[in-house]
């Protein structure tokens, strides 16, 4: 491999093969940009804590039967119902004398499939719409985005209760009601960002080599708007996270005995005064996680901005 | 108009001393010296910077107006415009130099006029900020000077907005609004590299007139070697943030410096076809000649 | 290999469409490279891209080898014209390595042997493996131009629209580069129509010039011609006496003035 002496990182070490100015394939290239990316991501203090927070939010709901027993999320031990911390329980007990620590626990499964569902769903219907809006322009761009105008238009929580409401609390139904009043701020951005790239020189030079507007949009539209894109979506968790527990809140998300943040915090509402923890600790967990997405979604746009 | 020995008269009527000017840009890959002990002297005369762009040439230009940056720094032996001495002045020393004493006129005027203020008021405005003139002495004195850049209805002119001027209308309006201060020396970045050529040639010519008439000095910065060497008097050819020669504009065909004659060499001619163009071997030791 | 009849190219439509190129021919014979010369606004890049297929005109004729073509344009007709554009920054995308702006050609038009072409056509405008998987911000204004031209040659055209390919360059670069293009030309027969401010530049690379002003064809002459001052209109006076250099005695004072339209 003939690479150029690189001042620095060992020659022949991983880290000089990905800071390789020249690279000798095509996944080389690609390692050794992310790994640049990654590398002024690094360098933000608040952003690597976001990540953290995101990054244990993840391990916590995959290991969540190691760190917690699951028979004691759901299990009602009347007599033990309220206590405060314990070595049994650490963060107490809730009104049914379930152990609050473990229902935490448990919840960030809900939570994250709650996010994930709803990235899902969002980020396609948004290109989807955005895309050929801003590149086809003209009637195309009009219809789409008048269509953008009337889901913008609705409030986004009052629409939410409506969908729970019609096709019944439950969880799939709570993601559906906020993917439907999520996706029309999405769509503007990938039209936006369509427009600004549809005159380059570049796009035209795709068209004067013969490749079709599918292609031209896939290769190389999709690319450029991805990442704004994904930046939106990180800052918009955290509003989705809030959504989601407010629904819980209202008894129309996931429903009892599931421990979905949210609900936890309804039902701990009666005992606030006197027994806190009851409350407040789900309260945090929300609060800690929609913290966690937004510094990482600064960081990710800080990251890319200096990029460009 | 006689063209006495600029050479003399410059010497002794010096408006500009830099000597050994380094500036640094400190970045995240360690420091990047832009531009490396350069020296010369600016008299009543017309001093040409060329090189190719990373040469250094318009940051030294900014050097002397104080405008590097947060990242950049500023060192030098000596930096001297009449009996200021720029090299210790700071920013808010700068502040009160620019427009007044030293002007600049860069490349696109779209991008230096407020595109929110008509083109009048802009000129007004400078005057009073640098002389402290009344509204009314102030616009009379705009008038005047778009007159002076040859715009026979300058009351219309007056009104208009940036947008709604062409290319080479705006910058005669930039030198109006420059030279409204009557600044002891200009400085011209590519002032017409973005204008059409026959344009460029009326813009050049205000400038020269202007220039000439109020006895300034006038840096024109410019990667063109021929505007350079049939506009000014004297030229510095820059490399890699040096200064690999000095010569007279016109003599600049007779340049000895190996940069210097590649580049001139490497430039297509009308009405000399040659098959191949002689392409620039850039030699490392163009690098250590000064350093 | 390129003729123009009496095309007129406007922009927009109905009543508020705006004119940009009237009645223009032009032809030019195969392995011919001929240059149009004019100001910004003159409607030079305007003739290149209506040829090169990336927009509409709304009189006359384009006939590209012998068949008369319009905005859409069949795959094989796309492959015969390529174009070079002016700023290799913004002509690059840029998050695509220099192998995959190359791959995409190939696989539009279901090219065999990708990889071996690729490889051909780097060494062929003189990039080396090691530019291969490199993104456009980590090569020079110079290297990102013979990536624009190899993407252009990958195709195997037969005509090369070139619009201002070495205005964004430094004069040492442009050397290289224009010296690249002449031994393309000559290696695959290439035909060319070259767009430049640049009256030198046009002359060292093609036999006969035209000279645009105002959307129209003023004269058409040869760069010998053009050398000796043997022109008949005006403006190319001009454009020849800018070309010289700055010369004060050239204007006179009147000729300064300027009243707004």
């Known amino acids: 491999m003939a690479t150029a002496p690189v001042p620095g990182p060992v020659p022949g070490s991983l880290r000089a093969w990905l800071l390789s100015p020249a690279p000798a394939s095509r996944r080389q290239a690609r390692f050794g940009r992310w790994f640049r990316a990654w590398l002024g991501f690094r360098r933000n203090p608040l952003a690597m804590s976001g990540l953290a927070i995101v990054a244990l939010l993840v391990l916590m709901a995959v290991f969540a039967p190691l760190i917690a027993d699951q028979q004691s999320a759901t299990l009602q031990v009347l007599q033990d119902r309220l206590q405060p911390a314990s070595w049994q329980h650490p963060f107490g007990t809730d009104e049914l004398g379930r152990d609050i620590f473990a229902r935490v626990v448990f919840g960030s499964r809900i939570t994250l499939t709650i996010v994930v569902m709803v990235g899902v769903i969002v980020v396609p219907v948004g290109l989807a719409i955005g895309l050929p809006a801003g590149y086809f322009g003209g009637v195309v761009d009009t219809v789409l985005m008048r269509i953008t105008d009337i889901f913008l238009a609705f409030p986004r929580l009052v629409l939410a209760l409506a969908f729970a409401a019609a096709l019944g609390p439950g969880i799939e139904n709570a993601v559906i009601a906020i993917a439907l009043t999520a996706w029309p701020p999405y769509a503007r951005l990938a039209r936006a960002e369509t427009l600004t790239s549809r005159r380059a020189e570049f796009i035209q030079a795709a068209e004067l080599q013969g490749a079709s507007h599918l292609r031209i949009i896939a290769t190389q539209i999709v690319p450029l708007c991805l990442p704004s894109v994904i930046i939106r979506l990180t800052l918009d968790m955290a509003g989705i996270i809030l959504t989601a527990a407010g629904l819980g809140f209202l008894g129309l998300g996931a429903q009892p005995p599931a421990p979905e943040w949210g609900a936890m915090v309804s039902s701990g509402r009666q005992v606030l005064l006197d027994q806190w923890w009851v409350a407040t600790i789900p309260g945090l967990a929300i609060f800690i996680v929609s913290l966690g997405f937004n510094l990482l979604g600064d960081g990710l746009r800080d990251a890319s901005d200096a990029r460009s | ?291 | 290999m390129i003729a123009l009849d009496d095309v007129t190219i406007a922009y927009g439509s109905g009543p508020r469409a705006v004119v940009a190129v009237r009645d223009f021919t032009l032809a030019v014979p195969e392995g011919e490279a001929v240059g149009l010369v004019g100001e910004s606004g003159s409607g030079k890049s305007t003739v290149l891209r209506a040829v090169a297929g990336l927009i509409p005109y709304a009189g006359g004729e384009v006939t590209l080898a012998g068949r008369r073509v319009d905005r859409r344009r069949t795959t094989a007709e796309r492959k015969m014209v390529q174009m070079v554009f002016q700023d290799p920054y913004g002509s690059l995308h840029p998050n695509q390595t220099v192998d995959q702006t190359l791959a995409m050609p190939v696989a539009i038009h279901r090219l065999d042997n990708g990889e071996a072409r690729i490889a051909q056509v780097l060494a062929e405008v003189g990039l080396g493996r090691e530019h291969r998987y490199r993104y456009p911000h980590q090569l020079s204004g110079g290297q990102r131009q013979r990536v624009a031209i190899a993407r252009a040659l990958i195709l195997e055209p037969r005509i090369l629209l070139l619009d201002e390919p070495t205005s964004a360059l430094d004069v040492s670069v442009q050397a290289e580069i224009l010296n690249l293009l002449s031994r393309l030309r000559r290696d695959h027969g290439l035909t060319m129509l070259m767009v430049s401010h640049d009256l030198a530049v046009i002359a060292h690379l093609c036999e006969r010039i035209g000279v645009m002003s105002r959307g129209q064809l003023l004269e058409i002459t040869t760069a010998t011609a053009m050398a000796n001052n043997q022109v008949t209109h005006d403006y190319t006076r001009q454009l020849l006496r800018s070309n010289a250099g700055f010369d004060r005695s050239s204007v006179s004072s009147g000729e300064l003035d300027v009243v707004v339209g």
């Open chain 2, 1 to 291: 108009m006689t063209d006495t020995g600029m050479t003399d008269t410059g010497m002794t009527d010096t408006l500009l001393t830099v000597r050994n000017l380094s500036v640094t840009y400190s970045g995240d890959d360690g420091d990047v010296r832009a531009v490396r002990n350069v020296s010369f002297t600016l008299g009543r005369e017309r001093l040409g910077i060329v090189g190719e762009s990373g040469s250094g040439k318009s940051t030294t230009g900014r050097a002397i107006m104080g405008l590097v940056g947060q990242s950049g720094r500023i060192e030098a032996d000596e930096m001297r415009l009449g009996d200021t001495d720029l090299a210790h002045l700071g920013e808010h020393g700068f502040r009160k130099l620019r427009g007044q004493r030293i002007a600049m006129v860069l490349q696109d005027p779209k991008y230096s006029l407020d595109p929110v203020m008509s083109v009048g008021r802009q000129i007004a405005e400078t005057h009073r900020t640098h002389l402290r003139s009344t509204k009314r002495d102030a616009r009379r004195a705009a008038l005047e000077m778009l007159e002076a850049v040859h715009i026979r209805d300058p009351e219309r002119v007056y009104t208009m907005y940036p947008h709604q001027v062409s290319g080479g209308m705006g910058q005669r309006v930039m030198i109006a609004m420059m030279l409204i201060a009557d600044p002891d020396i200009l400085i011209a970045d590519e002032p017409t590299s973005a204008l059409d050529v026959t344009v460029q040639t009326q813009v050049l010519a205000i400038m020269d007139d202007l220039v000439r008439s109020r006895g300034m000095g006038l840096i024109l910065i410019s990667h063109n070697l021929h505007l350079v060497s049939s506009f000014c008097d004297r030229v510095l050819v820059m490399y890699a943030g040096q200064v690999v020669e000095t010569c007279e504009a016109a003599k600049l065909s007779e340049a000895k410096h190996p940069y210097t004659r590649g580049l001139l060499a490497a430039l297509p001619q009308l009405g000399n076809r040659r098959a191949e163009l002689p392409q620039l071997q850039r030699d490392p030791a163009w690098m250590a000649d000064l350093a």
